[in-house]
């Protein structure tokens, strides 16, 4: 099994390319569950004991060519995945200052605090405590005082250090808000960063404890559908009987897309012939006739990171292109060269579709208060609302009051969010959590910004030497959050902030940008101002070619700053607060700042 999600002969196999095949036997089985139940466009979300992988599907895997691997940088091909430290051994604490889930895991020795061995307060200690795991009802002994000892190991630290009383329940919740909010900031990854909105997509959780977070989750996102396969902890063991053999065949080609001389069918069709040529002499398995997937990666001349489209017969390369950018990045750069960097092409084994579950037949719901069901005893068409304990022999899930189960066939369940039902918008929390998930929030903004300048970038100091630095301020300037990027640039934040402020009128929807000279160095900084005060920050050597030279912002971007460099006759000039809009700037000239 490879980290690409198929897999490939002994004979030709190597070590590097299976270092993610769990998780990706995981996505694989996750689609072929849920196009038996008539799903096409999935989010995953595997929650193991140590960590939780979120992937996407929508008809099609989003691949990597590149990935990091604890120190390593592997040049292999895999499934998107990405992977935050959050599971059911994820350790829950204190650290002087806020609350903290992960990334240290309690492991399989101790193992968590109901372990009865000795071992920390983890997530399934808090799941334990909070009702949504039956301690009856699984094969592995928990002991709840166990848990409860450990969740008063840490209330008694919060006492000591910070002089507040913190109840069981508003503990246990902030744990669990916590690291809920981790496992939605992965899936925001890899959806929202590439454009697609996580409410057009169902939930299927998996791994052990996937369903006992899932619908939380999915209200995070907006999601109002969630899937749970029956053998949910064995889902990588079953996908990994569900891969194709498949074969990769790539060309570099780095040239320009309008090159006549460049024929994107002909090399489509040479390289399919290459990859149909390596699967014939994997195995004597029937190819398929056409290729799995053609995957073009295109980019604006300059720029180092290529945009994947894929490509069907007869569609136009160009035309494609500049909407996925457009809706993604929110602007098109002006009179720049489309250069096509590469082509892949899979070529994999014919597989039959798989066998159609339809919806069962709408049943009464159960009657309320049984509140654990046994899910190999529930029938086909069972239906019940939530609060339910849905316990497995492989896994555990929880349905909250907001959700509705319904059993299909072979015990899948499917969970639906109830129209009539509200979702949480806030809460109130104490100090030492609302610090911890607030930080969690403010550094996934930060470090979203850092990512969209290193993409769109044409300049070697920002994509290259990353020279830049993004954070978020208060309106007074100071810092609350900033990117692990060069930090030198802070310095001048505040500097700016208060220039701008003091020549500016402001109101609701207004965003300015500002040249401010740098004291420490020969550069400049330029500042946007977001609507809410909070301030992102570059430096000005990278600005000559980081975006088009006028305001432009797609009716999509809803009012995100454009990334827009600007010319400057001189240090110190700012550009007043304007409205952006899709016809550009609409007032404003450059004033001294001074």
């Known amino acids: 099994m490879s980290s690409a999600g198929s897999l490939q002969p002994a004979a030709q196999f190597h070590p590097k390319d299976s270092l993610l095949s769990g998780p990706a036997g995981g996505i694989v089985g996750a689609v072929a569950i849920a196009r038996q139940l008539g799903f096409e466009k999935i989010l995953t979300l595997d929650m193991g004991g140590t960590s939780t992988d979120a992937a996407r599907y929508a008809g099609q895997f989003d691949f990597r060519f590149f990935c990091q691997v604890g120190d390593a940088q592997i040049l292999s091909p895999s499934l998107a995945i990405e992977t935050v430290a959050a599971g059911g051994g994820s350790i829950c604490g ?53 848990a409860q000892a450990a969740l008063q190991q840490v209330q008694h630290e919060l006492l ?30 890899i959806s929202v960063r590439q454009g697609f909105d996580p409410r057009d997509y169902a939930l299927l959780a998996f791994g052990g404890a996937g369903g006992m977070h899932a619908c939380a989750i999915a209200e995070l996102l907006g999601i109002n559908q969630v899937i749970l396969p029956r053998d949910a902890g064995l889902l990588s063991a079953y996908g990994m009987g569900q891969a194709p053999l498949e074969k990769l065949a790539e060309q570099q080609v780095l040239r320009p897309l309008s090159d006549p001389a460049l024929s994107v069918p002909e090399l489509v069709a040479t390289l399919f012939g290459q990859a149909q040529a390596q699967l014939r002499q994997a195995g004597p398995e029937a190819v398929a006739a056409h290729p799995a997937r053609v995957l073009l990666y295109l980019r604006f001349r300059g720029q180092d990171t290529p945009l994947e489209l894929r490509y069907q017969p007869g569609m136009d390369p160009t035309q494609a292109f500049l909407a996925a950018y457009a809706a993604q990045f929110g602007y098109l750069p002006e009179q720049t060269v489309i250069e096509l960097e590469s082509v892949k092409v899979f070529a994999t084994t014919a597989a039959d579709d798989p066998a159609r579950i339809f919806p069962p037949a709408p049943q009464a719901l159960a009657l309320p208060g049984h509140t ?67 930080t969690n929030r403010f550094q996934a903004v930060a470090q979203e910004m850092g990512t969209q300048l290193q993409r769109t970038a044409f300049s070697v100091n920002v994509k290259e030497r990353l020279d830049f630095s993004c954070a978020l301020l208060d309106p007074q300037a100071n810092l609350l959050v900033n990117a692990p990027h060069i930090p030198v640039h802070l310095g001048s934040l505040g500097c700016a902030r208060g220039c701008v402020w003091k020549n500016c009128r402001w109101s609701r929807g207004m965003s300015s940008w500002s040249i401010i000279p740098n004291t420490a160095a020969p550069t400049c900084r330029i500042l946007p101002c977001c609507r809410a005060f909070f301030w992102l920050m570059v430096p000005a050597s990278a600005t000559s070619s980081t975006g088009p030279t006028t305001p432009k912002l797609a009716a999509s971007a809803q009012g995100r700053c454009p990334p827009m460099p600007l010319v400057w006759p001189k240090r110190g000039w700012f550009l007043p607060p304007s409205c952006w809009c899709g016809a550009g700037c609409r007032s404003g000239k450059a004033l001294p700042a001074s």
């Open 372 to 438: 654990i069901r046994l899910w190999e005893e529930l029938p086909e068409g069972f239906a019940a609302r939530g609060p339910l304990v849905l316990a497995g022999q492989q896994a555990t899930a929880y349905l909250p009051p907001a959700w509705q189960l319904a059993i299909w066939a072979n015990g899948h369940a499917v969970l639906t969010h109830t129209p009539a039902a509200t979702r949480a918008t806030g809460e109130s929390w104490g100090e030492a959590i609302a610090l911890e998930l607030f």
């Open 160 to 189: 000591a250090r910070t002089g507040t009383t913190y109840s069981d329940t508003e503990l246990l919740r902030g744990f669990e808000q916590i690291a809920n909010e981790k496992m939605a900031d992965a899936i925001r990854r």
């Open 94 to 146: 204190f650290d002087g200052e806020k609350l903290t889930v992960g990334p240290a895991s309690a492991g399989a020795s101790p193992g968590p605090a109901c372990y009865g061995a000795g071992g920390p307060l983890t997530i399934t200690d808090v799941n334990l405590l909070l009702g949504k795991l039956a301690a009856d009802a699984i094969s592995v002994p928990l002991s709840l005082p166990a």
